[in-house]
């Protein structure tokens, strides 16, 4: 058994799809499952209300892979009725904080995300009871998008406005970008560590066994429909491809607004390559890297913008852990990890064009493009393993 100085109880907080969902859900289960299976550590997940729109089967509370989860304000919607909700949310919040304390254990909160109107008290009152406060911040909320209804714009102006109680609340932040390391850093002026802690891959979900390409060959994009994405791009790219192969496919998986999901379908119902686009939906965890292992490329391929530039894609290091080319838009910190032609394809954001041309590339010279891939796998378990920087949080919360 575990000294107690080393005993930890973490609890995970999160406005997050739990336990099914996509980056960001992922990213919060690869620590887990590594945190779980430590001796000494005790991990528990409070989900703040699940997100506007349900993922896959969520239970609002249960068990996930052995770890408990409590959902709070699970039934609060835009309406009057959120004002006689609003306040249960906060208490429920606040007393999960205070029961869920371990009187033997060094006790911390992992926040993802930012400060907020919707986790504010809950920050307040674990500060109160002495845990010990990390926060996970992966993209930079001057960028971010608000969303149309009032309570995700007023946690959206909160975030902004609340940006600097980090200084109040944070032991340490976690930061995925270059840039997002910079802008902590300037305000936190040495009262909490800024420590780079890059997007995570669980290798337990990937074959390592290289393989030939398929017939027809399988393109593969999976994650969020939104602005950001350029899965507009990639279905034009991907359509000029067609005009000089015929044995191509593009798998295509995951969710996004209705408004964009809509616009998205539209397109690949008017393609004239359509019967070549697959679209699956949003596929639960083993369906989706059942279909991801068997893939032959896989694409990255987001637009120009401030928010792309400053964050960091999660599903780049699932796709390189596949062992299979990928195709990567050179945003944020991508050419920090990855040279083009070495262990995947660059390409400037943004263009359909560059996207077709990256295509050619990998079919016509198929020996190389599994090179590609071998190689793009060793830079993920260089720098992304799950096991190892989930040790890492283990040590940091231990010393903090």
Do not use: W
């Not at 703040?48 to 699970?74: A, M, N, P, W």
């Not at 999901?261 to 699956?280: P, V, W």
């Amino acid at each position: 058994m575990a000294d107690k100085v080393d005993r930890l109880n973490i609890i995970f907080m999160a406005h997050a799809h739990y336990p099914h969902g996509m980056a960001m859900t992922r990213r919060l289960q690869n620590s887990i499952d590594y945190l779980k299976a430590c001796d000494g550590v005790e991990v528990r997940v409070l989900v703040l209300r699940q997100g506007r729109v349900r993922l896959g089967d969520s239970e609002l509370c249960g068990v996930h892979k052995g770890v408990e989860y409590v959902t709070i304000g699970g039934d609060i919607t835009s309406g009057i009725s959120a004002l006689i909700k609003g306040p249960k949310y906060f208490f429920d919040g606040m007393a999960y904080i205070r029961n869920n304390r371990r009187k033997d254990y060094k006790n911390a909160l992992y926040v993802y995300g930012y400060p907020s109107t919707d986790n504010m008290p809950m920050l307040i009152v674990a500060r109160l009871l002495g845990y010990k406060m990390v926060f996970d911040i992966v993209e930079d909320i001057a960028y971010q998008k608000s969303a149309t209804d009032v309570f995700a714009r007023l946690k959206h102006f909160s975030q902004r406005a609340f940006f600097k109680t980090l200084r109040v609340f944070a032991d340490a932040v976690l930061v995925v970008s270059k840039h997002l390391e910079q802008r902590v850093t300037r305000i936190a002026k040495g009262r909490f560590d800024v420590i780079d802690y890059p997007i995570s891959v669980n290798f337990d979900n990937f074959s390592s066994s290289p393989q030939p390409f398929h017939d027809p060959v399988r393109f593969f994009y999976g994650g969020t429909f939104a602005d950001k994405d350029g899965v507009e791009n990639l279905i034009a790219g991907f359509e000029d491809l067609c005009g000089l192969h015929d044995n191509v496919n593009l798998v295509l998986t995951g969710k996004g607004s209705k408004e964009h999901m809509d616009a998205i379908l539209s397109i690949i119902a008017a393609s004239a390559h359509r019967e070549k686009m697959l679209y699956k939906g949003y596929l639960p965890d083993e369906d989706f890297y059942r279909e991801l292992n068997a893939s032959d490329v896989l694409c990255m391929t987001r637009n120009v913008s401030a928010f792309a530039d400053t964050g960091f894609p999660f599903k780049l290091g699932e796709y390189l852990a596949t062992g299979r080319p990928v195709i990567a838009s050179d945003v944020s910190d991508v050419s920090r990890y990855l040279t083009d032609g070495e262990n995947a394809l660059l390409i400037e954001p943004d263009s359909a064009p560059a996207i077709t041309r990256a295509m050619e590339r990998l079919l016509a010279g198929r020996g190389k493009a599994q090179d590609i891939g071998i190689a793009g796998r060793a830079v993920a378990k260089a720098s992304f393993d799950s096991k190892v920087l989930g040790e890492r949080l283990r040590k940091l919360l231990i010393d903090l």
